[in-house]
């Protein structure tokens, strides 16, 4: 596993020695503060429940938020309890606000994973797409803010998507009919 942790670290290094750029670091930093806290998803989320026929579409997203939710930061983060990397690799420097959670996997990644895909799978593409790639920008926005490993989103992109299509099934069950 050695060899993972230092891919893990390569990877961070090399994005912030290539990828940042002065005008670039406010917008990444405006991008993953969209995610603190899922704020923007559960907001958006809220609005589509006053559309009637947008609801199914909130619900779905807001049971796969709740699902990744409970599985990411309830559970794994503190089972795992891994250390965030600008706390351990040597010359990388964090931007923005230090969390003070866990690092593994990334809640940012999990709650816009599960809410864009729930979204994705019950919107018209035209605004679900947009979303899905805002949900990968939140992503990727965490390592180069440098504060969670590639494995970090690589696992909430799955707990996400695993969240998201559990949502999906749950949503679209039809209470059962009486049989009065």
Request: net charge positive; charged share 15%; hydrophobic share 55%.
């Amino acid at each position: 596993m050695n060899w993972l942790i230092t891919l893990d670290a390569n990877i961070l290094l090399w994005i912030q020695d290539h990828l940042r750029r002065e005008f670039l670091t406010p917008i990444m930093l405006f991008i993953t503060n969209l995610g603190n806290a899922g704020w923007f998803w559960l907001v958006l989320l809220a609005v589509l429940l006053f559309f009637p026929n947008r609801r199914k579409a909130a619900l779905t997203g807001i049971a796969a938020v709740l699902i990744g939710f409970i599985i990411t930061n309830l559970c794994i983060k503190n089972m795992v309890a891994r250390i965030r990397p600008y706390e351990v690799i040597e010359g990388l420097q964090y931007l923005g606000i230090k969390p003070h959670d866990f690092s593994f996997p990334s809640g940012h990644s999990t709650c816009s994973m599960a809410a864009s895909l729930a979204l994705l799978a019950r919107l018209p593409k035209k605004a679900g797409i947009p979303l899905l790639i805002l949900a990968l920008l939140i992503c990727f926005s965490r390592l180069y803010a440098g504060v969670h490993y590639p494995t970090d989103v690589l696992a909430g992109i799955l707990i996400g998507s695993a969240a998201a299509a559990i949502a999906l099934c749950l949503v679209r069950q039809k209470p059962a009919q009486s049989s009065e």
